[in-house]
């Protein structure tokens, strides 16, 4: 939880049941699996097929990025 709120720069925050619930799905979806376990402490990694599906969901991204910025652009001198 406090890894998600650092790498978005605080603009995301989740609790314990959204994290847990998520990777339950993710791992139902066979997209990560439980690599290790310390103590209480569960180690994640992606499959393969969660890294092909995360690559296409970034390639997603960079494209809305890029028509999103393009649109701001347009608009800069309209307004």
Do not use: C, D, W
């Amino acid at each position: 939880m406090q890894a998600v709120e650092a790498m978005s720069a605080g603009t995301v925050s989740i609790g314990p049941g959204t994290l847990y619930g998520a990777f339950n799905t993710l791992e139902k979806q066979q997209l990560i699996e439980k690599v290790s376990e310390e103590e209480r402490r569960k180690i994640y990694g992606l499959t393969a097929q969660g890294r092909a599906v995360l690559a296409e969901q970034v390639r997603r991204l960079e494209i809305m990025v890029r028509n999103g910025r393009a649109v701001a652009h347009q608009t800069k001198g309209a307004a």
